[in-house]
């Protein structure tokens, strides 16, 4: 086995954090039960604020972020995993305060690992990563809160984002009218690639829908990524017995809303998270992502990259400029 692999390794000195693409002992990894050659690791904003240093994400330096990888089993201790099984684990604690993706071998406990479904490759398990997932769990949860195409228009924040673009993807490709809150009005990624119907800025959708305790009900469902006074125009802005899902804070942990929504209309607020899904639920996700729900144009969402171009991408991401997917080949 090799002794040494490469990863991108994040060490803290004096408080200042530095990220740098190193050789790494293999007997520095700590001992799972799962041994895992990294192919593909897929990049999330999680993982830029561990690189940054986030305390709240990341407690211990040096560490190796990335809460996503796919890849080949080396060697297992777990009956239902082989050597040889090519696999994806995302979430629990990987890249978080357990080194992840972001180095070509990861060693995790088997009940974090999922077998690949067919019809999905290494590559494309990471093109989708736990933002695939994310949506995946949102579109369930409108789908199984009765929200039917038939019922009108989906909103859907956070546009040119992992979440965002995927949730689009899937939602134009199962039939539904998707329009996308984006800082761009017109953009050919997000009606043609994504396959939105339209799009709002956010801007004006703030202005329309978020300026009393309720606004004119438009949207049968919304996917939230962002938070802040995008979600608040959401709940304000759904027809009656309406639902919308919220995974994500970046433009503000707070919302404003009364209680209106919810006794006059109904509306549903339904809570995404995709770290501490029990192993089997994911799984199914997955399947449905590697069948009816694979985006279209899932490759044409993201951007391939090596491992030394991570610094930088982690960078944009912390600036809020990422557009759709980043995705590391290991092998580059």
Known sequence: MTRQFKALMVREDNGIFNTKVEQISMA??????????????????????????????????????????????????????????????????????????????????????????????????????????????SVYNLIHSGIGKEQGKIVVSGATGGVGSISIAIMSKLGYEVVAISGKEEDHFITQILGAGSIISRKDFVETYD?????????????????????????????????????????????????????????????????????????????????EWKPTHLKDIVKEISIEQLSDVLTTLLEGNARGRYVVNHSL
């Open 28 to 137: 520095e990894i700590p001992k799972n039960e799962v041994l895992i050659k990294v192919a593909y690791s897929s990049v999330n904003y999680k993982d830029a604020l561990s690189a940054s240093g986030n305390k709240g994400v990341t407690r211990r330096f040096p560490h190796i972020p990335g809460i996503d990888a796919a890849g080949q089993v080396v060697s297992s201790t777990s009956e239902n995993i082989a050597e040889g099984d090519k696999v994806i684990v995302t979430g629990y604690d990987l890249g978080m305060n357990t080194w992840g993706g972001f180095g070509e071998y990861v060693s995790v406990p088997a009940n974090w690992v999922i077998k690949l479904p067919e019809n999905l490759s290494l590559f494309e398990a990471m093109c989708l990563g736990t933002a695939g997932l994310t949506a995946g769990l």
């Open 211 to 291: 300026q009393k305790a309720m606004s004119k009900a438009d949207f049968s469902g919304g996917i939230d990524t962002v938070g802040g006074s995008i979600l608040s125009g959401i709940i304000k802005s759904l027809k009656y017995n309406g639902a919308v899902t919220t995974c994500g804070n970046v433009a503000s942990a707070e919302i404003s809303t009364s209680i209106f929504p919810f006794i006059l209309r109904g509306a549903k607020l339904l809570g995404i998270d995709s770290v501490e899904q029990p192993v089997e639920f994911k799984s199914e996700i997955w399947n449905l992502l590697a069948k």
